[in-house]
């Protein structure tokens, strides 16, 4: 089993900056990808940005591409998301994504509201 702790949500106005963070533990062993979600209310949840625990392989949503960066500590276990120029429609529930051996694991979420 893994387990994943977000943190770092909150309230922000527009073209401001958060950092979230994602902590994994547990079995962290295999694991591939980690990724981070959005969810907005009366939206499906949608891909933010992923990456493989490797390094080689990045993937952006096109609404957050020169907005968002996502990077990782393995050592720490640890996958960031630092987004930039925020803007209300980034407004959401923030969860975070890790796969290990073909099986998904989610943290409970954090929330980002961008408002001024």
């Known amino acids: 089993q893994v387990q994943l702790v977000e943190s770092g949500g909150g309230l922000v106005q527009p073209g401001g900056s958060l950092r979230l963070s994602c902590a994994a533990s547990?079995?962290?062993?295999?694991?591939?990808?980690m990724g981070w979600y959005r969810q907005a209310p009366g939206k499906p949840r949608e891909l933010v940005a992923q990456?493989?625990?490797?390094?080689?392989?990045?993937n952006y949503a096109e609404s957050v591409q020169g907005r968002f960066t996502i990077s990782r500590d393995n050592a720490k276990n640890t996958v960031y998301l630092q987004m930039n120029s925020l803007k209300t429609d980034d407004t959401a529930g923030y969860y975070c994504?890790?796969?290990?051996?073909?099986?998904?694991?989610w943290g409970q979420g954090t929330q980002v509201t961008v408002s001024s």
């Open positions: 994504r890790a796969e290990r051996i073909r099986t998904d694991y």
């Open positions: 547990g079995s962290t062993v295999s694991i591939n990808v």
């Open positions: 990456m493989s625990t490797s390094g080689g392989y990045t």
